[in-house]
């Protein structure tokens, strides 16, 4: 699974893992991708959305046709 939000763009970040003897290793901070599946009632079908815990909260308050919108403006396919 692709680790990208569709509606925020958020992707991994890298950085480094400090011990406690303070030697440093990369490591790599994932973002919290959950799938959802939504009723788009504008096509009459349901879409399922690839999206970071935040995004689901910012669908909540937004709805799901004005996030395909956005989803839509940024190039990804829904």
């Known amino acids: 699974m692709s680790a990208h939000c569709q509606l925020t763009g958020v992707r991994p970040v890298f950085g480094k893992k400090i011990s406690h003897s303070h030697r440093r290793t990369p490591r790599r901070f994932d973002p919290n991708i959950q799938s959802k599946r939504y009723w788009l009632p504008s096509e009459s079908r349901h879409?399922?959305?690839?999206?970071?815990?935040?995004?689901?909260?910012?669908?909540?308050?937004?709805?799901?046709?004005?996030?395909?919108?956005?989803?839509?403006a940024r190039g990804e396919r829904v």
């Open 47 to 72: 879409v399922r959305l690839k999206l970071s815990a935040r995004a689901v909260k910012t669908v909540d308050v937004i709805g799901v046709e004005a996030a395909v919108v956005r989803i839509r």
